[in-house]
Nanobody
Framework: QLQASGGGLVQSGGSLRLSCAAS????????MGWYRQAPGKQRVVVAT???????TYGDSVKGRFTISRDNAKNTLYLQMDSLRPEDTAVYYC????????WGPGTQVTVSS
């Protein structure tokens, strides 16, 4: 129902593009979002986007990350540029507010 991919190991300053394939029932909900959970910390919202393309960002990623969606393909994206070690986390996609199913997420590790 929710399959995030595209994570990996990257050096500080590098870029990654995450993708999330969702079932139509989940993707049809107006607002989708990317979340992340760093070790020992709570899961937090990183960015959100409406079906119409209106996006919002957390302060820590504003200006570096870009969220987008392809409604025809039921796919959500997160372009992450200028990555920092503090961006290291497992990244998840879900509705806003989230469903109970999170999927495995995708690990992003940024080395200094």
């Amino acid at each position: 129902q929710l399959q995030a991919s595209g994570g990996g190991l990257v050096q500080s300053g590098g870029s990654l593009r995450l993708s999330c394939a969702a079932s139509e029932s989940i993707f049809s909900i107006n607002v989708m979002g990317w979340y992340r959970q760093a070790p020992g910390k709570q899961r937090v919202v990183v960015a959100t986007i409406t079906r119409g393309g209106r996006a919002t960002y957390g302060d820590s990623v504003k200006g570096r990350f870009t969220i987008s969606r392809d409604n025809a393909k039921n796919t959500l994206y997160l372009q992450m540029d200028s990555l920092r070690p503090e961006d290291t986390a497992v990244y998840y996609c879900n509705n806003i507010p989230p469903t109970n199913y999170w999927g495995p997420g995708t690990q992003v590790t940024v080395s200094s």
